[in-house]
């Protein structure tokens, strides 16, 4: 499965380092999600321009935003690790490790 996700530049060396690992943060708590998580995108179409240029800059400033394509195994979302929410989204209550994690640039998307 691959997925995206959006973080500040300055997480990138610990997350090539370390993973993503789950938590709670700022946007997480905005939107009143309180189980420590990483958040990803599905797709890299029109409403991910929107979001990334939208509601996203409010924790991370658009010049700031790293974008992350992260490649899961399948059997990764085995026992509850993955949710797919809404037609967007996936959440995830595991730590996700640097070997699937990969930088990409962020898409050129038309209107």
């Not at 300055?10 to 993503?20: A, C, H, R």
Request: proline letters at 6%; charged letters at 25%.
């Amino acid at each position: 499965m691959v997925l995206y996700h959006v973080t500040h530049k300055s997480n990138v060396s610990s997350i090539l380092k370390e993973g993503l690992i789950p938590m709670t943060g700022y946007l997480a708590d905005a939107g009143w999600e309180f189980r420590d998580a990483v958040y990803f995108f599905k797709e890299l179409d029109e409403g991910f321009q929107k979001d990334i240029n939208g509601w996203m800059t409010i924790a991370y400033p658009r010049d700031q935003q790293v974008l992350l394509k992260v490649t899961l195994p399948d059997e990764f979302g085995a026992y509850g690790g993955l949710k797919e929410r809404w037609d967007w989204e996936v959440v995830c209550y595991k730590k996700v490790p640097p070997s699937c994690i990969e930088i990409i640039p962020f898409p050129e998307i038309s209107a």
